[in-house]
């Protein structure tokens, strides 16, 4: 068990629509990464807050958001969703080392 | 341009001999990290080995250790005495600086099959 969290584990959607999912990072890391990971793009960096404060932007869509809240868990939303969305998301939580220590991951079907 | 190459799709080794999982990096910066993330059927992906660019000896942790070689980008994971629970796939990451923050760059991976 890494310690970080998500919710939900699950999520089968249909087209067009809007999910949020969430992440609860390990007590006391600052930094909350998000990752998808699907069978044609492989593992890609999302977008990574620190504190509350968005800190480096990798392959997000202009139709994703995230946001770190002052309990320093995130939150990231996917709206107007395609077939291709279907993927696994993770976060990742991250201390003072350099280790990121990865949730279990919501798996999300468009449909 | 591919940052983290992974060439080998996919790898048999036999039970308790060791295997080398290959990884070359692409970057300008100095200043760099490198992973080995083990991503077994059920999903998760769990922390194998960390190497930052400005260490000088090759890290080690248990049966994994990073044989890092800066001159030629390369940085291979080498698993002792392999075990059946070790057939999973395996990623290679790089994180670097990106604006503010860092990003991690991943792999293609390699899934490992231990053979009986």
């Known amino acids: 068990d890494s310690g970080v969290t998500q919710t939900p584990k699950h999520l089968i959607t249909a087209t067009g629509q809007r999910v949020t999912l969430r992440c609860s990072p390990r007590?006391?890391?600052?930094?909350v990464y998000w990752y998808q990971q699907s069978l044609d793009q492989g593992l890609q960096f999302l977008i990574q807050?620190?504190?509350?404060?968005?800190?480096a932007k990798g392959n997000i869509l202009e139709r994703f958001s995230a946001q770190q809240f002052p309990d320093l868990h995130s939150e990231l939303n996917l709206s107007s969703l395609e077939l291709g969305d279907s993927a696994l998301y993770f976060c990742?939580?991250?201390?003072?080392?350099?280790?990121?220590?990865f949730g279990p991951g919501t798996r999300l079907l468009v449909l | 341009a591919q940052k983290i190459t992974q060439t080998q799709p996919g790898m048999f080794v036999q039970e308790k001999e060791a295997v080398t999982l290959d990884c070359t990096y692409d970057?300008?910066?100095?200043?760099?990290?490198l992973f080995w993330y083990k991503q077994p059927s059920s999903g998760e992906m769990i922390f194998l080995i960390y190497?930052?660019?400005?260490?000088?000896q090759n890290a080690t942790e248990g049966r994994y250790s990073l044989n890092f070689q800066k001159a030629r980008k390369s940085a291979n994971l080498v698993i002792s005495a392999s075990q059946l629970g070790d057939s999973a796939m395996y990623f290679c990451?790089?994180?670097?600086?990106?604006?503010?923050?860092?990003?991690?760059?991943f792999g293609a991976g390699t899934r490992l099959f231990v053979k009986a």
């Open positions: 007590s006391g890391d600052l930094s």
């Open positions: 990742a939580s991250k201390g003072s080392q350099e280790t990121q220590y």
């Open positions: 970057t300008s910066d100095q200043s760099y990290g």
């Open positions: 807050y620190y504190n509350g404060e968005e800190r």
């Open positions: 190497q930052g660019s400005y260490d000088e």
């Open positions: 990451a790089m994180r670097e600086r990106n604006t503010g923050g860092f990003k991690t760059i």
